[in-house]
């Protein structure tokens, strides 16, 4: 994921708090060459120092054979266009406001 400078947030407990907030997650994996995706509602819980995501797939979702595999799972939250017109400077251009998590 882009993340320029001035919006990156590196802070694991305000992201932990966004992933709790926001639980219905885009598991991403790749089986046989192909992009494939699922929607899952995951519990998000530490274990020691690490981040653990617990979630269920159905047995025949092909995704469910692939979890031993590299994985990406992305939290989204609020998003909204932002006009140019609410910007102070007027050589401002359109932009989509949101925020994310990839883990």
Do not use: C
């Not at 926001?22 to 790749?30: K, Q, R």
């Not at 990406?72 to 609020?78: Q, R, S, V």
């Amino acid at each position: 994921m882009y993340r320029p400078t001035a919006f990156q947030e590196d802070n694991v407990d305000k992201l932990i708090a966004f992933m709790r907030a926001n639980s219905f997650a885009t598991l991403v994996s790749i089986i046989d060459g192909v992009p494939y995706a699922s929607h899952v509602p995951l519990v998000i819980a530490m274990q020691g120092d690490a981040v653990k995501l617990i979630g269920h797939l159905a047995k025949q979702n092909p995704q469910s054979q692939a979890l031993s595999t590299e994985l990406l799972i992305i939290f989204t939250g609020a998003h909204a266009y932002i006009s140019p017109t609410l910007y102070e400077k007027h050589e401002s251009v359109p932009t989509w406001n949101y925020i994310a998590v990839h883990a």
